[in-house]
């Protein structure tokens, strides 16, 4: 099974600063890296899939770059709505995996 | 307007079974591949299984924590997928997500949501 490792764990932002949020796969999954938003008491939403790629309605500040091994979610520009715990995901092989999750909260 | 409506979701005494529902609606049921997700209380969402489309044979993968005691099936006549779940354990327990891939024919990228289920597993 691959294992994705996501850190930091928590971050904390004054609104309009920028992130970067790191994920790295024990294995390569070439570009096979999707990234969710977890509101409180929300369903995951799609941000990014294959590593760099915006989901339909996700808004230009969130952006993927990676490949391989080692993923980046940048957030541009923090707005409140943005906070949320923030999860990587592989489907390169079975069984697809989440990393641990970074949690990004408002100073 | 895609809609997916899980149902089934309660409090299960260990080692009972159960069966999730997923109604969909608003796309192509058969041209799509329908996934499950559980997420226990306070930790990660985990992927369950998935079924494929009937274009790929409506086969199934299942995560290996459950692989022995699930059973992914769809309803073409009702855009319906199901998750049957035997011999129910503890660390069962936790909201579970349907979803639907992106786009037809294996994109596996899961995109829509249900609202989700919560499933107790208790004595």
């Known amino acids: 099974e691959i294992l994705l490792t996501q850190s930091p764990a928590t971050v904390a932002l004054s609104p309009g600063e920028g992130a970067s949020l790191s994920c790295r796969a024990s294995?390569?999954?070439?570009?096979?890296l999707a990234w969710f938003q977890q509101r409180p008491g929300q369903a995951p939403r799609l941000l990014i899939y294959?590593?760099?790629k915006r989901a339909t309605g996700i808004p230009a500040r969130f952006s993927g770059s990676g490949s391989e091994t080692d993923f980046t979610l940048t957030i541009r520009s923090l707005e409140p709505e943005d906070v949320a715990v923030y999860y990587c995901q592989q489907r390169s092989r079975w069984p697809f995996t989440f990393g641990g999750g970074t949690r990004v909260e408002m100073k | 307007e895609v809609n997916l409506v899980e149902s089934g979701g309660g409090v299960v005494r260990p080692g009972r079974s159960l069966r999730l529902s997923c109604l969909t609606s608003g796309f192509k049921f058969g041209e799509y591949a329908l996934a499950w997700f559980r997420q226990p209380p306070g930790k990660g969402p985990e992927w369950v299984g998935l079924?494929?489309?009937?274009?790929?044979?409506?086969?199934?993968e299942y995560a290996a924590s459950v692989k022995d005691r699930i059973s992914i099936s769809r309803d073409e006549s009702t855009s319906t997928v199901y998750l049957h779940l035997d011999s129910l354990k503890t660390e069962d327990t936790g909201v579970y997500y349907c979803?639907?891939?992106?786009?037809?024919?294996?994109?596996?990228?899961?995109?829509?949501w249900g609202q989700g289920t919560l499933v107790i597993v208790s004595a």
């Open positions: 079924i494929r489309s009937k274009v790929y044979g409506g086969t199934t």
């Open positions: 294959e590593a760099s």
């Open positions: 979803t639907r891939e992106r786009r037809p024919n294996l994109d596996l990228d899961f995109d829509f």
């Open positions: 294995q390569s999954v070439a570009k096979y």
